[in-house]
């Protein structure tokens, strides 16, 4: 947890997480472990016959990165909320980036909380950009006691 969350501001940009290559082998164990084997997500010719060009990744997967951003830097204790909704697919081999922005500094019921702007972004094979999920935060910046 960044000690800087106690005097965090508008404008402050939190550190990205990079996930990386989103390979098969990723959406294989992510499938296994979330239990969500969705062919769609794991046999490129299912994906295929859907009308898809390839595998995409759990919509899940990404949303659990994207949540890493705000719990790596706040610690999962400080979230008051946390939503996100989906842009487009993250297609396999595109490379996963998340980060997040304070837009907003308030007090609830005497307490400071920080409102977090949240974004996931992808770099696909031909070097093309696009973001994936857009999200918000709250969590509370109090000090501890």
């Not at 010719?45 to 949540?67: E, I, Q, R, T």
């Amino acid at each position: 947890m960044s000690a800087s969350i106690h005097a965090a501001q508008p404008g402050d940009v939190l550190p990205t997480v990079d996930y990386g290559r989103i390979s098969r082998t990723r959406l294989a164990l992510y499938a296994g472990a979330s239990g969500d084997h969705n062919p769609i997500h794991i046999d490129s010719d299912f994906a295929k016959k859907a009308g898809m060009p390839d595998v995409f990744a759990h919509g899940m997967l990404s949303m659990g990165v994207l949540a890493r951003v705000v719990s790596d830097w706040a610690g999962i204790e400080r979230i008051v909320s946390l939503s996100s909704r989906f842009l487009a697919i993250t297609p396999v081999n595109a490379t996963l980036v998340c980060g997040g922005e304070v837009i907003e500094r308030f007090e609830q019921d005497g307490v400071p909380h920080l409102r977090i702007a949240l974004l996931a972004e992808i770099t696909d094979t031909e070097g093309q950009t696009a973001k994936t999920l857009a999200g918000e935060a709250v969590v509370k910046a109090e000090k501890a006691a």
